[in-house]
């Protein structure tokens, strides 16, 4: 540490953000209530927004959310405070909810890596789901047991495996049920139930 130098620019900037949290600590100190400015700040950043009501896609509880949409882009979500559920609050994932939308990381494209290559390749979606669906119609195809060794009628195959997610809703859930039901699928299951 006894050689770390600092730059005129960088000791000035340290100086003034000491100098603010000390003013803010003092106002603090004083007894200075800023909830009238907190609350006048958030009302500012919706003031033009129209309302959306909407349910958290995580997990099963189904918490209820506000969006805030100014010029149709969303500028906010939060917790519906009339939600019985969760009565305004959020868990963590929940509150995060508004990067599921508005992230410049989130992919944009289908990516695909062939068997045996080390880069990844950008690729349609239409191109993605039928190869998908080519993979899943010749698994089941080569592992599809009509009859057990015994003579049980089985009907089922035996290597896909279905696991649903909590972002999935009822109806989401009833069209997976009947889909893998119908190709034989007998291990079915869903990350919310568990």
Request: glycine fraction near 8%; charged fraction near 20%.
């Amino acid at each position: 540490m006894a050689d770390v130098v600092l730059s005129r620019r960088s000791l000035l900037g340290r100086s003034a953000g000491l100098a603010a949290g000390s003013a803010f600590a003092g106002l603090l100190g004083l007894g200075a209530d800023l909830r009238p400015a907190t609350t006048r700040a958030q009302a500012l950043r919706i003031r033009d927004a129209k309302t959306y009501p909407s349910v958290c896609p995580y997990c099963a509880v189904g918490c209820d959310t506000v969006i805030h949409v100014v010029d149709e882009k969303i500028v906010n979500i939060e917790g519906d405070v009339r939600s019985p559920i969760n009565k305004g609050t959020l868990c963590p994932k929940g509150a995060a909810i508004y990067q599921l939308h508005e992230n410049p990381n989130r992919g944009q494209q289908v990516l695909h890596r062939a068997p045996g290559a080390t880069e990844w390749e950008a690729m349609e979606l239409e191109e993605a789901m039928d190869a998908v669906a080519a993979l899943v119609k010749e698994t089941r195809d080569s592992t599809f047991v009509e009859q057990t060794a015994d003579g049980k009628t089985a009907m089922a195959t035996t290597a896909i495996f279905s696991l649903g997610g909590a972002t999935m809703d009822n109806e989401w859930n009833h069209i997976q049920q009947k889909l893998m039901r119908g190709l034989g699928v007998v291990p079915i299951e869903n990350q919310a139930r568990i």
